[in-house]
C-alpha cells in the first residue's frame, strides 16, 4: 500500500512539473524568444561584396561599388521617409556573411534588403529578380521584384529561393535585390551617363514603404 501510494505522489509530482513546460508555446521561427521585438519600420541594408570580392564586373564598373552606391542613396530616401535605417557596411572593405546577418540581427530590425546586380556572359542579358530563402522571406522578395522592374524598364523574372547565408540566418524577413545584370552594356552606359543608381534606389523605397503599408 504504501508503494502505491509513494508512485502515486510521483506521478502527481511529475504532471505538476512537466505538463507547464510540455505547454509551452515554442519559439516562432526566425527570431529567439529572449529577443526584443523589431524596431518598427526599420531597414538593414546590405550592400553585396565588397574589399577583396569585386562581384559582377564590367569594364571599369565593379558591382561592389555599384551596389554600395545604391545601399548609400536609399539609406538617405529612407531616413528621410522617417525609417530607421542600418547598414552592413558604408565603405570598401570584406565582409563575411556571418559579418552580415549578425549585425543586422543585432540591430533588432524589421526586414533585411540586401543588394545586389546580376552577371553574365551575355551582354544583352537584362532582367530583375528577388532571391529568398525562408518562408517568412516571400512577401519581402515579390514586393521586390514587382516594384522595381517597372520603374527599370526591365522584365520581372520574380523571385527565386537560393541558399544564401546571410537570407538563412536573418532572424527577420530578407531577400536579395538583384535589381539589373551589371554585364549588360546599357545598363553600364546609364550608370555613366545617367541617373540609373537613384532611379533603383527610389524604386527599392517603393518596394520598402508597400511592404511595410502590408505587414
Not at 10 to 18: D, I
Not at 37 to 51: A, F, K, T
Amino acid at each position: 500500500m504504501k508503494s502505491l501510494l509513494k508512485y502515486f505522489i510521483t506521478l502527481c509530482l511529475f504532471f505538476v512539473l512537466a505538463l507547464p513546460v510540455l505547454a509551452a508555446k515554442p519559439d516562432s521561427p526566425g527570431r529567439g524568444g529572449d529577443k526584443e521585438p523589431p524596431i518598427p519600420n526599420s531597414v538593414c541594408l546590405d550592400p553585396g561584396h565588397g574589399g577583396s570580392d569585386s562581384g559582377a564586373v564590367n569594364g571599369d564598373l565593379l558591382e561592389k561599388d555599384v551596389n554600395l552606391g545604391v545601399a548609400n542613396k536609399l539609406s538617405a530616401l529612407l531616413t528621410n521617409a522617417g525609417y530607421t535605417v542600418f547598414q552592413t557596411r558604408t565603405d570598401d572593405r570584406t565582409l563575411s556573411n556571418a559579418d552580415r546577418y549578425n549585425y543586422c540581427n543585432s540591430q533588432q530590425v524589421a526586414i533585411l534588403v540586401s543588394i545586389h546586380h546580376n552577371g553574365s556572359t551575355d551582354p544583352n542579358l537584362d532582367y530583375s529578380s528577388a532571391l529568398y530563402m525562408k518562408k517568412t522571406d516571400v512577401d519581402l522578395a515579390q514586393t521586390v521584384a514587382d516594384s522595381v522592374s517597372s520603374p527599370l524598364g526591365l522584365s520581372n523574372h520574380g523571385i527565386s529561393r537560393f541558399a544564401s547565408g546571410v537570407l538563412l540566418k536573418a532572424d527577420m524577413p530578407a531577400t536579395i535585390s538583384e535589381g539589373f545584370f551589371l554585364t549588360n552594356d546599357l545598363e553600364a552606359d546609364l550608370i555613366n551617363n545617367s541617373n540609373r543608381l537613384d532611379q533603383e534606389a527610389q524604386a527599392l523605397l517603393t518596394a520598402i514603404q508597400s511592404y511595410f503599408a502590408t505587414h
